[in-house]
């Protein structure tokens, strides 16, 4: 559904005060103080979230302490849930009578359209079937396509060319660095859904305050890669297991140039802090599926492909090579013992998220993308 008009609704709580309008009558040296938000005000994106949380709280809904854009209405009848972004939102649950009732009571209180079954949002293209569902951004990708003039030019196999390390002094600078900022930009966002090309995204985006040549080839080949997957999309298996597991994997020092390491997670429904931060996402995520009335029913697998990893964290005893990764020790050790996360050891061929890490070659990037669970809408 979507709200028309959305920021004109929200109350004011500061005195702000305007010019009045050419055209419009008024005393010499007055001025008007606005009652209600007006697109445009610093204040109008905080007034009408306060004001549509306010309306439907007397619904009955609360908002997720996770995430405050979540609106929750639990009920004998069942669950409805309501996604607001600005002034779009979702509105599902097992609760057809309260979806229904939700719908009419928020168009009693502000201009609504009905958009129909959810299929279009953000940019995401959802797509329903038997099987579950899918997200793609097709239309998103092919527009990227056009913005970069490749419509004509020939697609690759990899989003990065395996064993090419760029550097902040490759190349030529470039004479204007917009259009290259554009395109990354662009491309960081279509990583929503699109795992497969999140390492080559994370590399190009390195250079953005001074972008050269060669990196500007590999944004293009990013482009190439995505114009020949341009169906690509993640698929949500009506079938699946609601029970969250989670891969873990870092390079080591795989930056040539500042010998920074890449972190990379991914959860289903140097490596230790690594650990650290898929950590912190799954906590999240357990958080999320609670409030969704999905709650975890025991300990989350978290897999990684370093046994000296997993041994720091069941092992009480600080050595000197750990100390400067206490914090993160002391976080994913209080998790492993409230039974919150079980590490286990998973070989690096088998590991999804070393996608997120390094450039393979065609065969290996293949197999890593059916791991992830990213296929294509249309038959190839």
């Given at each position: 559904m979507d709200v028309k008009n959305a920021f004109l609704n929200g109350d004011l709580e500061e005195e702000v005060y305007m010019k009045p309008l050419a055209g419009l009558h008024h005393l010499p040296n007055k001025v008007c103080r606005l009652r209600r938000a007006l697109y445009g005000l610093k204040q109008s994106p905080r007034a009408w979230y306060a004001k549509f949380s306010a309306t439907v709280s007397e619904f009955g809904?609360?908002?997720?302490?996770?995430?405050?854009?979540?609106?929750i209405r639990k009920t004998a009848r069942g669950?409805?849930?309501?996604?607001?972004?600005v002034d779009d939102m979702i509105i599902t649950g097992d609760d057809v009578v309260g979806v229904e009732e939700l719908k009419q009571s928020l168009s009693q209180k502000f201009e609504m359209k009905d958009l129909g079954v959810l299929s279009y949002f953000l940019g995401l293209e959802v797509t329903s079937s038997d099987d579950g569902y899918l997200l793609s951004q097709v239309k998103?990708?092919?527009?990227?396509?056009?913005?970069?003039?490749?419509?004509?030019g020939k697609c690759v196999s990899t989003p990065l060319e395996p064993n090419v390390k760029l550097t902040p002094m490759d190349g030529s600078p470039l004479s204007d660095p917009t259009r290259y900022r554009q395109l990354v930009g662009s491309l960081v966002y279509l990583t929503t859904i699109r795992p497969d090309i999140a390492y080559a995204v994370h590399i190009v985006s390195q250079f953005?305050?001074?972008?050269?040549?060669?990196?500007?080839?590999?944004v293009l080949r990013i482009i190439r890669y995505v114009k020949g997957t341009l169906f690509h999309g993640l698929h949500f298996s009506a079938n699946s297991s609601p029970v969250l597991c989670a891969y873990s994997d870092a390079d080591w020092a795989g930056d040539p140039f500042g010998r920074r390491s890449t972190t990379g997670y991914c959860l289903f429904l140097a490596e230790y802090r690594a650990f650290g931060d898929t950590t912190s996402e799954l906590?999240?995520?357990?958080?999320?599926?609670?409030?969704?009335?999905i709650p975890q029913?025991?300990?989350?697998?978290?897999?990684c492909d370093n046994q000296s990893a997993i041994q720091i964290a069941h092992n009480d005893v600080f050595h000197e090579r750990t100390k400067h990764i206490e914090v993160d020790c002391h976080f994913i050790r209080h998790h492993v013992a409230q039974g919150t996360v079980h590490?286990?050891?998973?070989?690096?061929?088998?590991?999804?998220?070393?996608?997120?890490?390094?450039?393979?070659?065609?065969?290996r990037f293949r197999t890593l993308l059916s791991k992830l669970k990213l296929i294509s809408s249309q038959s190839p």
């Open positions: 809904f609360t908002s997720s302490p996770h995430d405050t854009s979540l609106f669950m409805v849930l309501l996604l607001l972004y998103y990708a092919s527009d990227l396509v056009s913005k970069a003039e490749l419509n004509d953005m305050a001074a972008p050269r040549s060669t990196h500007y080839a590999a906590l999240s995520s357990r958080w999320l599926l609670e409030d969704m009335g029913p025991s300990s989350t697998d978290l897999y590490l286990v050891f998973i070989g690096s061929a088998d590991q999804p998220v070393d996608l997120f890490t390094k450039a393979h070659f065609p065969g």
